[in-house]
């Protein structure tokens, strides 16, 4: 696994602590002890990521890529075991308890998935799955719930927002349904986004767009991000210069 990184430029920014890194990992391990013996998934990660930051992990498919943000967002589960330390914005993760990640998580830290529809519940229309996050961690009205739904939905590219506010995920391109992931995971406006693998489901005309999106949103709304691939071609193709 490697990592690249680089700086973006960056505007205000609304952290808790003034100094230090936004995210500190120090000598990250992950360890998964099954009946079939113990696999060292993660071993000794270490990098700082200032707020507004980009980041590339790269390596190839079982490296422990896909592991290492679990373990940064405290999303590991038995039979699991996460040593080290993940501080963010002076809050260690590690042995925190669910109550503290989930509040850490949203406003904190959102990541996205390769796989949308892995992602998305079929049972909801997308407009109930985003307007839930506004309703449940805000307590806002359905009213204003769902009129930000439709912002959130036009601001990620899903052209006539508000009239596709009651279809379901499988009613949407592949595509448009990973611009609704991302909309999801930008909802309470994180400090950090983990996007993982998030282009590799789709072919290359939709890649693009989906890269140049990211990279819109990181810039407008003053995101560190976390780009986790295996191709690595990626982050030559990352787009530079201004959105
Ligand atoms: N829940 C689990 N239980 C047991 N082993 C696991 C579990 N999750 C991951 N592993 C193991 O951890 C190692 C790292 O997996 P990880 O998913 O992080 O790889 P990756 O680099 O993301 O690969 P890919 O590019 O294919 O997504 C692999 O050997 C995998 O089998
Ligand atoms: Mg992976």
Request: proline share 6%.
């Amino acid at each position: 696994m490697a990592a690249i990184s680089g700086l973006v430029p960056r505007t205000a920014g609304a952290r808790q602590e003034a100094a230090g890194p936004l995210l500190q990992v120090a000598d990250l391990e992950v360890d998964f002890r099954t009946a079939r013996g113990t696999t060292h998934a993660v071993r000794g990660v270490d990098f700082s990521l200032e707020p507004g930051e980009s980041l590339a992990i790269l390596g190839e498919s079982g490296s422990g890529k896909t592991v290492t943000g679990r373990g940064i967002l405290g999303l590991v589960d038995p039979p699991g075991r996460v040593r080290g330390s993940v501080r963010f914005d002076g809050r260690e993760i590690v042995g925190s308890s669910d109550a503290e990640l989930r509040e850490i998580r949203g406003p904190g830290m959102a990541t996205v998935f390769q796989d949308s529809l892995d992602s998305l519940n079929p049972v909801f229309t997308v407009g109930a799955q985003l307007a839930e996050i506004f309703r449940v961690r805000l307590g806002w009205s359905r009213h204003d719930a769902r009129g930000e739904a439709v912002r959130l939905m036009a601001e990620v590219g899903i052209p006539a927002a508000e009239d596709r506010l009651n279809d379901y995920p499988h009613q949407f391109s592949g595509g448009m349904r990973q611009r609704i992931c991302i909309a999801m995971a930008i909802a309470l406006k994180p400090q950090l986004l983990i996007a993982d693998e998030p282009t590799t489901a789709l072919d290359a005309t939709v890649q693009a767009g989906i890269l140049e999106l990211i990279r819109r949103l990181q810039v407008e709304h003053d995101m560190a991000l976390i780009f986790v691939t295996h191709d690595l071609a990626s982050p030559v193709r990352w787009p530079t210069g201004s959105p």
